[in-house]
């Protein structure tokens, strides 16, 4: 299954004409950066875009909350169809969690494929993951995003033999729908145990390669932060490696490790996957011992844009996966990154925040020098000055 969903097995490449049209529920009350925001929502077309859709519309509405059944209210869902027709949009993406029934009863609605922010994020992954690793842990949350949204085939389901509804004959009665519903969610079942399978075994050959890193006293940094704020661009400064950097969101899903040598001394600095708000928990769940990476390191060096307008924002956000993941405690240096776009007073604000940020340019390799240094010098305070190699060594 793993490869994307939303446009088809093999359209993963930007060539179809596959329009999505985004819809929202924004309450007032919300943070500035909730579902329906200005932030959330430019974010959204920037993740329809990374996954090659063509964002054919927005429609926003502001609402106490979401409607249980219809998660927009019954007048805006009513003028769904309308909107789908208008935009000649081929899927609608929710900037928000859809429940299992809201997602039936608008793609009822709409008369076309109805999803929300997280299978979205899921379907970027699907697409961009290459390692084996990483194409099991997408369809492991894939799959646990799908069990509770199987629809058994139809409609007849719940008509044929009553389901299981209580009293009356309708007890104990399966129509077939339900049996074909029970299958589905059998095979669905046995096929993740069986991806958990494999995931474990790389998981540990993961961790069989952290010890033997660890008992040859060399200290590892894992670049963690936001998707997009540049920290492949940095793992290339630093470290002189060839890493793929893109503008667009989840460029990188498998962790890439490298070593770099700072007075003679050698750490390794590990790639990882970047962070987004509301990051599916499927996701987390699905790359947990791919996250570890962070947890295991000596120090997270977190990379920050500075040039983007919530860039508090997302360092809570960082914080808070960090957290989510058991990698809260570990050691942090901030770097406050694309200084060459950023605007300065911004650069400033984000530095008088965090006195101890480093601030760079990935790009044109500005202050590079002076961070590979702080690195080197936090991992000595932090006790892990890490094996001298070469002519230094003692
Ligand atoms: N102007 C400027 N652009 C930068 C800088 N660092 C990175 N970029 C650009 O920002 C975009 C994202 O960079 P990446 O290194 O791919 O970012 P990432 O954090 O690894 O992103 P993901 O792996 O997708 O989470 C690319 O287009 C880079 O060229 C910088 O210091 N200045
Ligand atoms: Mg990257």
């Known amino acids: 299954m793993a490869g994307p969903w939303l ?49 054919a519309g927005t429609l926003v509405q502001s609402r106490g909350r979401p409607d249980p059944a219809t998660y927009l209210g019954s007048g805006k869902a009513g003028e769904l169809a309308d909107e789908v027709a208008r935009t000649r949009a081929t899927v609608v993406i929710a900037d928000g969690e859809l429940t299992p029934a809201q997602a039936r009863n608008l793609q009822d609605r709409a008369g076309v494929r109805v999803v929300d922010r997280t299978a979205l994020i899921l379907d970027i992954f699907a697409g961009h993951a290459r390692s084996r690793e990483g194409r099991l842990q997408v369809e492991l949350a894939q799959i646990a995003y799908q069990l509770p949204r199987l629809r058994g085939g139809g409609r007849e389901m719940s008509r044929v033999g009553g389901g299981r509804t209580a009293g009356g004959a309708g007890i104990g009665v399966r129509g077939p729908g339900e049996m074909r519903l029970e299958l589905q969610r059998r095979r669905l079942r046995q096929r993740a145990a069986r991806l958990r399978e494999g995931a474990g075994e790389l998981a540990l050959r993961r961790e069989r ?176 000055p890490g094996r001298l190699v070469g002519r230094y060594r003692e």
């Open 7 to 55: 446009l088809g097995p093999g359209d993963g490449d930007g060539t179809t004409d596959a329009r999505a049209l985004l819809i929202a529920v924004h309450r007032q009350d919300e943070d500035e950066d909730g579902p329906g925001s200005e932030l959330s929502l430019r974010e959204l077309e920037r993740l329809a875009e990374a996954d090659g859709l063509t964002v």
């Open 209 to 384: 390669t952290r010890h033997r890193r660890a008992r040859n006293l060399i200290p590892s940094v894992a670049v963690t932060g936001y998707t997009n704020a540049g920290k492949s661009a940095l793992v290339n400064r630093l470290a002189g490696a060839d890493l793929q950097t893109r503008d667009e969101p989840f460029a990188t899903l498998d962790p890439a490790v490298r070593r770099v040598t700072v007075d003679g001394r050698t750490f390794t600095l590990t790639d990882t996957v970047g962070f987004v708000r509301h990051l599916p928990h499927q996701l987390v769940d699905a790359f947990r011992s791919t996250l570890e990476e962070v947890s295991h390191s000596d120090l997270a060096l977190h990379v920050v844009d500075a040039s983007a307008p919530d860039a508090l924002n997302q360092i809570t956000t960082v914080h808070g996966v960090l957290h989510e993941i058991g990698a809260g405690a570990v050691p942090e240096l901030l770097v406050l990154n694309k200084i060459d776009i950023a605007p300065p007073e911004w650069v400033d604000a984000l530095q008088r925040a965090y006195p101890e940020a480093v601030a760079v340019s990935a790009l044109t390799g500005d202050r590079v020098v002076a961070l590979r240094t702080a690195v080197a010098a936090r991992l000595r305070d932090l006790g892990r």
